[in-house]
């Protein structure tokens, strides 16, 4: 059972920014892609951004630019830095992770598609007034 626990959400006006973390065990750095999901109230979760575990990374178009994923292998902590906040932002934000079925090929990428995770925290809250 892979444990994952985030922190970091709160209330923010727009422009403004916040750093969301995820504590993770630490074998999840080894072989797992892992990633930033968000949900809104009456959307679809949507992935945001995920790091593989050489490190490459991916955005959804919504967030380029402004979000940053990166994870401290030494910390075992994920991290997303928010910029740039804007009121369409505000959602749940959740950390994932998964094997990476892939690991150890040329070629090892993630995914922000949720249906390739299989473990989730339980969500911190990201409000963004205007």
């Known amino acids: 059972q892979v444990l994952l626990a985030e922190s970091g959400g709160g209330s923010v006006q727009a422009g403004g920014s916040l750093r969301l973390s995820c504590a993770a065990p630490?074998?999840?750095?080894?072989?797992?892609?892992m990633g930033w999901f968000r949900q809104a109230p009456g959307k679809e979760r949507e992935g945001v951004a995920c790091i593989a575990s050489e490190g490459e990374t991916r955005y959804a178009d919504s967030v380029k630019g402004r979000f940053t994923i990166s994870k401290d292998n030494a910390e075992n902590t994920l991290y997303l830095q928010m910029n740039s906040l804007k009121p369409e932002d505000t959602a749940m934000y959740y950390c994932?992770?998964?094997?990476?079925?892939?690991?150890?090929?040329?070629?090892?990428?993630?995914?922000?598609?949720?249906?390739?995770?299989?473990?989730w925290g339980q969500g911190t809250q990201v409000t963004v007034s205007s």
């Open positions: 630490d074998y999840t750095y080894s072989n797992y892609y």
């Open positions: 994932a992770a998964d094997p990476s079925p892939s690991y150890g090929s040329d070629y090892d990428p993630c995914t922000t598609d949720d249906a390739d995770y299989g473990y």
